[in-house]
């Protein structure tokens, strides 16, 4: 069985690169860096890669043997979140990286991974959400860690909302007070676990 070892960054020559077998996978595999896997061809492989690589559709890797593999990002089930305005689908963004939520931004639009708890909240915060069948690939680097203010009257009655909506599913109780444990906000944290102690509210002297 090949090890694939390394992630090329150097940009190759399109021959080689449509030549290259392919490895399609989904973006919680794509997260691994340990992984038994199979390539598109049949071939089964042993993914070693360096701790915390997040691959992304289009990487180029490299087997032990100097054999190049493509990536590629598996259809998989998401939702796909728009609204009416601006400020809505910003607030979507807010609530969902409060939750340290990997999502992939596009104009007028987020998507994330399927989950009946997220898909709930946003549509109480008033965003429209489709089912879909795509790609997944969120945004690059932490997640969450934002820190609510509370100085906009609206906001907070959203920020109440998200946080009742998540308190109805999980029976959490939340400390509203200046805890800072911000948790793993890796990329590949997802959706609404680990949350408690995530208002991180700031009194203003």
Known sequence: MRTIDKRI?????????????????????R????LAATLDNG??????????????????LVADDGGLVRVIAAPQDVLVVH???????TRAAYHLGNRHT????AAGQLKL???????????RLGAHVDHATA????????????HKHGHDETFVEDYALAQKV???????????????????????????????????GHAHR
């Open 113 to 123: 991974e399927a989950d009946p708890v997220l898909e709930d909240m946003l549509k």
């Open 31 to 34: 997260c691994k860096s340990r």
């Open 102 to 105: 990997p999502v992939e931004v």
């Open 166 to 200: 998540f308190d109805d599913h999980h029976g959490h109780s939340h400390d509203h007070g200046h805890g800072h444990d911000h948790g793993d906000h890796s990329q590949c944290s997802h959706g609404h676990e680990g949350h408690e102690g995530h208002d991180h």
């Open 135 to 146: 790609p997944f690939q969120p945004e690059t680097g932490a997640y969450g860690g934002g």
């Open 9 to 29: 960054e150097a940009k190759l020559a399109a021959p080689l690169i449509k030549r290259a077998p392919t490895l399609t996978l989904a973006f919680d595999d």
């Open 83 to 89: 609204a009416h305005d601006p400020v809505t689908l």
């Open 43 to 60: 071939e089964e492989v042993a993914l070693v890669l360096p701790r915390g690589t997040v691959l992304r559709d289009g990487d180029i």
